[in-house]
């Protein structure tokens, strides 16, 4: 029997010729991630179980992007952590306020991951390089740390779902919106344990960004990974970036799937999802005319360039809604300063809009937005848990860019779609 | 294991867990002292040494943060039972030797405040206060072998 991308992956760093859905196995790892939050717990159990040295400096990534620039004393302190640890063991790619940007933005984008890894990182959204044609899946700290002591880990070998996408989206349909109607179909444990596996000839329609906002909400359907087949766009996207062979890995026409969900990317509507679950989808239309109090554009979701264009062509030469607070935040460094070089800085501060340094800041209710009882955003983030954007009684709408801007122009839920008429 | 239930429903996620605002003090003591506390305020200051958490399905949903599971064991749980586990959660419970049993069956009979034995050897679930039983999945022996070496990082140091 065949198998999936993923299992063909997990079986070349496993040093096998083959692998079935459920062995145990022991991988080789390419790269070990972690963040501000993450990593401080991952030293602690490193250090305490007498380990002393990393297994390759080179191949660890430590990048402090929650609470930074660092929003309170104890935050402060897990930096220094963070800080001293890089230091101590020379991690080559360890990135503080100034270089940092969003994990799951800033490593694709810096070349450090590509086609073919094994990647780990103590942080759910990990899944997002999936995106790239990568096994790359969200642990916790102690893994982190076993991954650094030893460049390996335990995988238990997913079964897949494979999600066929036809056709082509239409006006302001994007990866977000794609992925929102995923989760909506299968449910926040849709994918529990499995393989979000996307193929078809609707992958061909979507821009790498699209692609790493699908991946990187693949945990919120509860799966393992999320993973696109590697297409021209990928090799263009790389080519310049990674400085690493691209590995390029097929799934077998006879791999098992345990379900088919095909979606037809020219029937898609923009999609919201409402409070407190990311299945609790609506379309645009459904929600629309519900009041806001703030919008966030941003994160390792929705944070990237092509994000903030379609946010900046919303928003140019308008004033959002009064009473509303719009808070734009730039994944990384070089995005922010393509947002810079391209005007649309300018476009968002006009329009009333506040923009921040690159953190994670208000999506995990950290600090740059935090809301009050009572208040309700609508989010290009990936979570509208109970109290993730602050109080317990606030609310979190999950929307694309696009939604999100032209809510922030109406003060309340918009079809972008429906702006001008 | 024996102790008194605090039961919660579906898809309980480790930002309610563990609210994000509290991660910038990894302290065990401090986390679990915030456990809980968005859905149910009296859990932290109530729960006794021995007590048993019944969630129902996709317990641990969400973030990676270890500081979840850190939460429910240092407040004094030792163990959760649910209908299934997110499977972050469920890696990071193993890693770090906090027991975790999976049994669709006892998640949905045993009700708050029951009390219950468990016995993590062999799966077997007792609901004292009815006198049902259940049988949880057991572990894979490859599992049970991090788990008995008190976590993963001991497992890799013996290797």
Redesign the interface.
């Known amino acids: 029997m065949g198998m999936t991308m993923t299992q063909k992956i997990l079986a070349a760093h496993a040093g096998l010729s083959e692998v079935h859905a459920g062995d145990l196995i022991e991988a080789k790892l390419d790269i070990v991630l972690g963040n501000d939050v993450t990593t401080p717990v991952a030293i602690g159990v490193f250090e305490k179980a007498g380990f002393t040295e990393v297994f390759d400096n080179e191949k660890i990534v430590i990048a402090l992007d929650h609470y930074t620039p660092c929003k309170d004393i104890k935050s402060a302190e897990l930096c220094v952590t963070s800080r001293d640890f890089a230091k101590k063991h020379g991690i080559r790619h360890f990135y503080d306020v100034g270089t940092v940007g969003i994990e799951h933005a800033l490593l694709p984008e810096q070349g450090i991951v590509g086609p073919g890894d094994c990647v780990i990182g103590a942080d759910s959204h990990t899944c997002t390089y999936g995106a790239l044609g990568a096994f790359s899946t969200g642990v916790g700290s102690t893994d982190m740390a076993a991954g650094m002591a030893s460049g390996l880990n335990w995988f238990k070998v997913p079964p897949a779902i494979k999600v066929e996408l036809t056709g082509k989206p239409g006006p302001c349909v994007s990866g977000k919106d794609v992925i929102l109607h995923l989760i909506g179909e299968i449910g926040v444990d849709g994918a529990l344990y499995k393989s979000l596996e996307f193929t078809g000839e609707g992958v061909a329609e979507l821009s790498m960004d699209d692609r790493f906002t699908i991946s990187n909400m693949a945990i919120e359907a509860g799966g393992k990974n999320g993973i696109f087949p590697v297409d021209e766009k990928t090799l263009e996207y790389v080519k310049d970036r990674f400085k690493r062979e691209p590995a390029v890995y097929e799934a077998d026409p006879d791999a098992e799937y345990e379900r088919v969900v095909t979606i037809d990317l020219s029937k898609l509507e923009p999609t919201v999802s409402m409070p407190h679950l990311p299945s609790n989808t609506k379309t645009v239309g459904e929600a629309a005319g519900l009041h806001i109090d703030q919008v966030v554009i941003g994160s390792c979701t929705n944070g990237r360039m092509s994000d903030m264009r379609v946010a900046a062509s919303i928003l140019k030469g308008k004033k959002i809604a009064d009473g509303i607070r719009c808070i734009i935040i730039p994944a990384t460094q070089q995005i922010y300063l393509q947002c810079m070089e391209e005007g649309l800085l300018k476009i968002f501060v006009e329009a009333g809009c506040a923009v921040s340094a690159p953190t994670c800041g208000p999506c995990l209710g950290g600090h740059m937005g935090v809301m009050a009882a009572g208040e309700r955003a609508v989010a290009t983030t990936n979570r509208n848990f109970v109290g993730r954007m602050g109080h317990t009684q606030s609310e979190v709408i999950l929307a694309s860019p696009a939604v999100a801007a032209a809510s922030a122009l109406a003060g309340c839920i918009a079809d972008p779609r429906a702006l001008g008429e | 294991m024996r102790g008194k239930v605090w039961k919660y429903g579906d898809?309980i996620?480790t930002?309610?867990i563990i609210?994000?605002?509290y991660?910038?003090?990894?302290d065990p003591a401090a986390l679990a002292s915030h456990c809980m506390v968005?859905?149910d305020e009296s859990f932290s200051s109530s729960v006794q040494t021995g007590d048993i958490m019944v969630g129902g399905?996709?317990f641990g949903?969400?973030?990676?943060?270890?500081?979840a599971p850190?939460a429910i064991q240092a407040s004094g749980v030792s163990c959760v039972i649910a209908a299934?586990f997110?499977?972050?959660f469920y890696?990071?419970a193993i890693?770090?030797g906090f027991p975790i049993l999976e049994c669709p069956e006892a998640s949905a009979a045993i009700k708050a405040g029951d009390v219950v034995s468990v016995d993590t050897k062999t799966g077997v679930i007792t609901d004292e206060t009815t006198g049902e039983s259940f049988q949880a999945k057991p572990f894979?022996p490859?599992?049970e072998q991090i788990i008995d070496k008190g976590?993963?990082?001991?497992y890799?140091?013996e290797k």
């Open positions: 898809h996620d930002d309610v609210p994000a605002r991660l910038n003090n990894p968005d859905i399905w996709n949903c969400g973030s990676s943060r270890e500081h850190l299934s997110a499977r972050i890696r990071n890693n770090i894979p490859f599992i976590g993963l990082l001991n890799l140091k």
